[in-house]
């Protein structure tokens, strides 16, 4: 037991007679090492791009809001109304008649 813990520390299992089997294996595993890292590392991305699409989703559905009760708050007949009269036109006390055209045939 001690000498295979001294073989492993010296690195003789690198370099004895039938050494290619286990560097076969230590390459496999450090191709898996960085097959996992580099998977890891894209995940994290797309987390980060994700986060940063629902904070601007968030923003643009804020200002969708804003301007929808802007626009509800400009199209009341009181602000109208307010808006006509600072320019000096009041509303009709006669109501609007509909004009019919007939065809000349």
Request: cysteine-free.
């Given at each position: 037991?001690k000498n295979?813990?001294?073989d492993i520390?010296?690195?003789?299992?690198?370099?004895s007679?039938d050494s290619?089997k286990?560097?076969?294996?230590i390459l496999?595993?450090?191709?898996?090492?960085?097959?996992?890292i580099a998977?890891?590392h894209?995940?994290?991305?797309k987390?980060?791009?994700?986060?940063?699409?629902?904070?601007?989703?968030?923003?643009?559905?804020?200002?969708f809001?804003?301007?929808?009760s802007k626009?509800?708050?400009?199209?009341?007949?009181s602000?109208?109304?307010?808006?006509?009269k600072?320019?000096?036109l009041?509303?009709?006390?006669t109501?609007a008649?509909?004009i019919?055209?007939?065809?000349?045939?």
């Open positions: 037991m295979n813990i001294y520390l010296k690195g003789t299992f690198l370099v007679d290619f286990n560097w076969r294996m496999f595993v450090s191709a898996l090492a960085i097959v996992m998977s890891s894209s995940a994290d991305k987390v980060y791009e994700i986060s940063k699409l629902n904070n601007e989703v968030k923003e643009m559905r804020s200002a809001v804003d301007g929808r626009l509800q708050r400009l199209k009341m007949e602000t109208v109304l307010a808006k006509m600072e320019k000096g009041a509303t009709s006390t109501p008649k509909k019919k055209v007939k065809s000349q045939k």
